[in-house]
């Protein structure tokens, strides 16, 4: 589903990714290399009429991998080791943006709110989303998780840290 079905679907997990996305402009991408090992990358980000967009310079190995297979996660930067200021994971696939309409307005949107526009030829994805969560831990180091899948209602939960570890 596009970012709009998905926040209509999860609107808080939508608004917690929204808010880390909003304060650095950037995220991570977990790709699947053409041996099948799991490659991780930066990448601009950007919520755009309907869509998570995914822009990418042209034939960067991660545009490359989503081409081969659109399996990716998607997640927030994470800027200190405590937690505190949580994680917020998308996964699903990564769809080739051929409408040359949507990228244009895309690329116009990019110059006005950063002051950099996006000039051909680039890659361009929207994440159809599948799964989303999101995790938190609190100072005693009980951890907040969210978790939402297409089809299913949010579930949120505390899990608890015991000393051992965490149990739900």
């Not at 709110?113 to 005693?140: K, M, V």
């Amino acid at each position: 589903m596009n970012w709009a079905e998905f926040a209509e679907a999860a609107p808080k997990l939508a608004q917690l990714f929204r808010e880390r996305l909003d304060k650095t402009g950037v995220a991570l991408v977990g790709t699947i290399r053409k041996d099948g090992t799991p490659r991780i990358s930066p990448l601009e980000a950007n919520i755009f009429e309907d869509h998570l967009l995914l822009g990418m310079m042209w034939q960067s190995k991660k545009a490359l991998d989503l081409l081969r297979d659109p399996r990716c996660l998607v997640h927030s930067v994470v800027s200190n080791k405590d937690g505190r200021e949580g994680e917020a994971k998308l996964r699903g696939r990564a769809v080739d943006v051929a409408d040359q309409a949507l990228r244009e307005r895309s690329a116009q949107h990019s110059l006005e709110t950063t002051g950099w526009r996006a000039e051909e030829p680039y890659h361009l994805f929207w994440l159809d989303i599948e799964e989303a969560a999101f995790i938190e831990y609190q100072p005693n180091g009980d951890q907040l998780l969210i978790e939402w899948r297409a089809g299913s209602p949010t579930r949120e939960r505390l899990r608890r840290w015991t000393g051992s570890g965490l149990a739900d």
